[in-house]
């Protein structure tokens, strides 16, 4: 037996390798995860210039930069993992995977690798972007990014093997992520930021499952996130992850429905 398959880490990087194989084949998914992303930014820099941003102490570039980060989350991550995860298991791949050394957590992490990989990446490439194209200076705040970044990822990735749960066909599959993308586009202060709207509706907005990701993000770069508000960023974020992990376990699908 090979080396890398007597590790966790081994046997998750091996089926990685083999799920980026099986992506490589769906050409809808991939300009959906790789080309989407790139190209929505435009259309919130064309909305943000409408804005009365300065009142809220942003700037046209503090707003597409957290958007473009929330597109890659949403679309490379999230979407494109649902119809993985999906298709997967109608093939039958994750009932015979489970009957090898991998355990459940590792074959859902080995799948995700490549998704979080790409959504990874494309962030890092377009907060490039939008740092040298809107002339955004360096983030004050680089670790509250990250951690947005990072938290983003995972809870795009649990909540992914959620709705994949709940979704019984590949075809149904480029549905049902339709009620987390709309809600986190219009709310979780990717399309429009959540300074700028009435004090009760950014309450409730701030409790979106995406929200703490996308405020933090803008945090990092703005650098004027209180202390207080970045922990409680933090807490929603890690409950929502918490909730996601656990209805997975709990109810994720393995074989198809008969």
Same mark, same amino acid.
């Given at each position: 037996?090979?080396?890398?398959?007597?590790?966790?880490?081994?046997?998750?990087?091996?089926?990685?390798?083999?799920?980026?194989?099986?992506?490589?084949?769906?050409?809808?998914?991939?300009?959906?995860?790789?080309?989407?992303?790139?190209?929505?930014?435009?259309?919130?820099?064309?909305?943000?210039?409408?804005?009365?941003?300065?009142?809220?102490?942003?700037?046209?570039?503090?707003?597409?930069?957290?958007?473009?980060?929330?597109?890659?989350?949403?679309?490379?991550?999230?979407?494109?993992?649902?119809?993985?995860?999906?298709?997967?298991?109608?093939?039958?791949?994750?009932?015979?995977?489970?009957?090898?050394?991998?355990?459940?957590? $590792?074959?859902? +992490?080995?799948? @995700? #690798?490549? &998704?979080? /990989? =790409? !959504? %990874? *990446?494309?962030?890092?490439?377009?907060?490039?972007?939008?740092?040298?194209?809107?002339?955004?200076?360096?983030?004050?705040?680089?670790?509250?990014?990250?951690?947005?970044?990072?938290?983003?990822?995972?809870?795009?990735?649990?909540?992914?093997?959620?709705?994949?749960?709940?979704?019984?066909?590949?075809?149904?599959?480029?549905?049902?992520?339709?009620?987390?993308?709309?809600?986190?586009?219009?709310?979780?202060?990717?399309?429009?930021?959540?300074?700028?709207?009435?004090?009760?509706?950014?309450?409730?907005?701030?409790?979106?499952?995406?929200?703490?990701?996308?405020?933090?993000?803008?945090?990092?770069?703005?650098? $004027?996130?209180? +202390?207080?508000? @970045? #922990?409680? &960023?933090? /807490? =929603? !974020? %890690? *409950?929502?992850?918490?909730?996601?992990?656990?209805?997975?376990?709990?109810?994720?699908?393995?074989?198809?429905?008969?």
């Amino acid at each position: 037996m090979s080396d890398a398959m007597t590790t966790p880490w081994g046997r998750m990087t091996t089926l990685a390798r083999a799920e980026v194989t099986l992506l490589g084949r769906s050409r809808g998914t991939l300009v959906a995860a790789l080309f989407v992303p790139l190209v929505l930014p435009v259309t919130v820099r064309s909305a943000a210039e409408e804005m009365d941003l300065a009142a809220a102490g942003l700037d046209v570039g503090t707003v597409v930069l957290p958007a473009a980060v929330g597109f890659s989350l949403l679309f490379a991550v999230y979407s494109a993992l649902v119809g993985s995860y999906v298709t997967r298991r109608e093939e039958l791949v994750l009932k015979r995977l489970r009957t090898g050394e991998l355990r459940d957590a $590792e074959i859902l +992490a080995g799948c @995700a #690798l490549p &998704a979080a /990989a =790409t !959504g %990874l *990446a494309q962030s890092l490439l377009l907060a490039a972007g939008c740092t040298v194209l809107l002339e955004i200076p360096a983030p004050r705040a680089p670790h509250l990014a990250v951690v947005g970044l990072l938290s983003g990822l995972v809870l795009c990735a649990a909540l992914a093997a959620l709705t994949a749960s709940v979704t019984r066909t590949s075809e149904s599959a480029q549905v049902t992520p339709m009620p987390f993308l709309l809600v986190s586009l219009l709310g979780s202060g990717i399309g429009m930021p959540l300074e700028v709207l009435p004090d009760r509706l950014a309450s409730v907005c701030e409790l979106l499952p995406l929200s703490p990701a996308i405020t933090l993000v803008r945090g990092g770069w703005t650098g $004027e996130l209180p +202390a207080y508000e @970045a #922990l409680s &960023a933090v /807490a =929603t !974020g %890690l *409950a929502w992850t918490v909730v996601a992990v656990f209805a997975v376990r709990r109810w994720f699908r393995w074989e198809p429905r008969r």
